[in-house]
T-cell receptor, first 113, second 111 residues
C-alpha cells in the first residue's frame, strides 16, 4: 500500500511569510508525528497527534508553529512569520497506534531566505 | 533535551566486517527504535525493542537492550556497501509516546 506522503517536497520562501506543510499518513494509522531535522542532527520532535487531537505539542518551538489534523487523517503544519532559522527538513511519520513502529515520509525541505 | 546519544559518531569499516553502534538514554522508556537514514531524507524503521525485551533479530541486524544501564546496541553483521547510512536510536519515555532521537552514527562501509 501507499506510504506516508508529504507535500511539497521542497519549499522556498522569504522571511516573514506564512507556509503550510502537508502530511498524508498511511490509511488507518491513528498516530501522527511531526519532526524537524537540521543538517547533521537527529530528528527533533515537534508534535504528536492521536486521532484528531494533539496529544503532545511540547516540541513546538514557539507560537509561530501550529499543526492540525481535523479529520484524524491528513495533517498540516503551519508556520507563521517564517525566520531563517526555520530552514530544515520537516518530517512526518505515522504509526498504527501510539508506541508502535513509526513510518516516515520523505520530508519537506524548507528554505527561508 | 537530548535523550538518546549514539556512539561512535562516525564509523568506517570494510565490507564483510561487523558494525556495532551504541545508544545511551537517560530515563525509563516504553520502547526503543532503531532507524536508518540515507541522504538526509526519509528514515527507514529497522527494529523496535520493548522495555521488557533484551534482544531482537531481523536478518543481519541484532539489537540488545540493557535497561539497567540505559543502553542499547545495534549490530550489523557481514556489512555491505549498501549499509552506508546514518543510524539513529529513538526512545519514548515511560508514560509518554513522543520519541526523542539521538544525534546518530554515520556508518561508511568500504567496498
Amino acid at each position: 500500500g501507499a506510504g506516508v506522503s508529504q507535500t511539497p517536497s521542497n519549499k522556498v520562501t522569504e522571511k516573514g511569510k506564512y507556509v503550510e506543510l502537508r502530511c498524508d499518513p498511511i490509511s488507518g494509522h491513528t498516530a501522527l508525528y511531526w519532526y524537524r531535522q537540521s543538517l547533521g542532527q537527529g530528528p527533533e520532535f515537534l508534535i504528536y497527534f492521536q486521532g484528531t487531537g494533539a496529544a503532545d505539542d511540547s516540541g513546538l518551538p514557539n507560537d509561530r508553529f501550529f499543526a492540525v489534523r481535523p479529520e484524524g487523517s491528513v495533517s498540516t503544519l503551519k508556520i507563521q512569520r517564517t525566520e531563517r532559522g526555520d530552514s530544515a527538513v520537516y518530517l512526518c511519520a505515522s504509526s498504527p497506534a501510539k508506541g508502535e513502529t513509526q513510518y516516515f515520509g520523505p520530508g519537506t525541505r524548507l528554505l527561508v531566505l | 533535551s537530548q535523550q538518546g546519544e549514539e556512539d561512535p559518531q562516525a564509523l568506517s569499516i570494510q565490507e564483510g566486517e561487523n558494525a556495532t553502534m551504541n545508544c545511551s538514554y537517560k530515563t525509563s522508556i516504553n520502547n526503543l527504535q532503531w532507524y536508518r537514514q540515507n541522504s538526509g531524507r526519509g528514515l527507514v524503521h529497522l527494529i523496535l525493542i520493548r522495555s521488557n525485551e533484551r534482544e531482537k533479530h531481523s536478518g543481519r541486524l541484532r539489537v540488545t537492550l540493557d535497561t539497567s544501564k540505559k543502553s542499547s546496541s545495534l549490530l550489523i553483521t557481514a556489512s555491505r556497501a549498501a549499509d552506508t547510512a546514518s543510524y539513529f536510536c529513538a526512545t519514548s519515555t515511560s508514560g509518554t509516546y513522543k520519541y526523542i532521537f539521538g544525534t546518530g552514527t554515520r556508518l561508511k562501509v568500504l567496498a
